[in-house]
């Protein structure tokens, strides 16, 4: 059973960036997403990566995302990253790190069978 363990949340100003990482305890050949939840609010898709059988990695963003988050990942040490510029208020959440089922492009949550505990990412303005 894979275990994901997520990092670099805290606490940063409007416009500032973070990191976050998410270690695997073991491979992690499929799908790998980011997903966040706010108060009050249901979890929502924010990123993933994905080969679809092949060699190169594709990546999917949540609109509110794109442009400013990047997903990766280094299969050598079985993490995957969410770099995130440009951070707004509005991205204060707690966010997760998840392993999908398949290695295809997915941004239901349903369709994720591991997930982390979260780590809490704050934007202040």
């Known amino acids: 059973q894979v275990q994901l363990v997520e990092s670099g949340g805290g606490l940063v100003q409007a416009g500032g960036s973070l990191t976050l990482s998410c270690a695997a305890s073991g491979r992690t050949f499929t799908t790998m997403g980011w997903f966040r939840q706010a108060p009050g609010k249901e979890r929502e898709f924010v990123a993933c990566?994905?080969?679809?059988?092949?060699?190169?990695?594709?990546?999917n963003y949540a609109y509110s995302v794109k442009g400013r988050f990047t997903i990766s990942r280094d299969n050598a040490k079985n993490t995957v990253y969410l770099q995130m510029n440009s951070l707004k208020p509005e991205d204060t959440a707690v966010y997760y790190c998840a392993r999908a089922t398949v290695d295809y492009v997915v941004v239901r949550a349903a369709s994720y069978d591991t997930w982390g505990q979260g780590t809490q990412v704050t934007v202040s303005s």
């Open positions: 990566i994905s080969r679809n059988g092949g060699k190169l990695d594709y990546t």
